[in-house]
């Protein structure tokens, strides 16, 4: 397995989400599904490391998160779609970043998918000038040419238009056969036409 949970526990407030929450992630693609509020968001941020389980370990690759923080996070590919945190930054300036950060980034693939997303004309603006969708296309972007061994994606058809939902459903069949990284879909439904590698049910 590429990705793999054990024992995960966490909870908001006082409001259990996840109690001994196991899971494999095997390379391919892997959809998380569930309804509003059964924490679709909050496992993917628990899998980027970004939120600290209060008991659980997890691993990529044999590296676990809470021995090799860092060499765990190099290797997963997490951001909110709704995030402000990258407001300020160009399209450019953030594919820069991420760059940096993941090795295996494809240079080539991220200009197919400037072209495919018709970002070109928004390379140097601000962020927060993007409309919802636009910005969202930047982060898959950035998620599909990172290389990263584990990809997590949130609600990733989201805003789009529909030429846009044709372009990340053919990119997430191309991924679906791949043999050493996975792919984390989290939506209210499974991608359309996409060979499922395993799916995690929640609030089940």
Do not use: F
């Given at each position: 397995m590429l990705l793999q949970v054990d024992e995960l526990h966490f909870g908001f407030a006082g409001h259990s989400l996840f109690q001994g929450f196991d899971a494999r992630i095997p390379p391919g693609v892997t959809?998380?599904?569930?309804?509003?509020?059964?924490?679709?968001t909050t496992l993917l941020?628990?899998?980027?490391?970004?939120l600290t389980p209060e008991k659980g370990a997890l691993q990529v690759n044999g590296i676990?998160?809470?021995?090799?923080?860092?060499?765990y996070r190099s290797q997963v590919f997490w951001v909110d779609p709704r995030t402000q945190v990258f407001d300020a930054l160009t399209p450019q300036t953030y594919w820069d970043g991420v760059r940096k950060q993941f090795p295996a980034f494809s240079e080539e693939l991220l200009a197919d998918l400037v072209e495919g997303f018709a970002l070109a004309p928004h390379?140097?603006?601000?962020?927060?000038?993007l409309s919802t969708g636009t910005k969202r296309k930047v982060f898959l972007a950035a998620a599909f040419a990172s290389g990263a061994a584990v990809t997590l994606l949130d609600e990733p058809f989201a805003a789009l238009d529909k030429a846009s939902i044709a372009l990340?459903?053919?990119l997430l069949q191309e991924a679906s056969s791949h043999p050493s990284r996975a792919w984390v879909v989290a939506d209210y439904v499974a991608p359309r036409g996409v060979a499922l590698a395993a799916t995690v049910a929640l609030g089940s």
């Open positions: 959809w998380a599904g569930g309804d509003e509020s059964t924490g679709k941020r628990l899998l980027a490391g970004e676990a998160l809470a021995e090799q923080p860092q060499a390379r140097e603006k601000s962020l927060y000038m990340v459903l053919e």
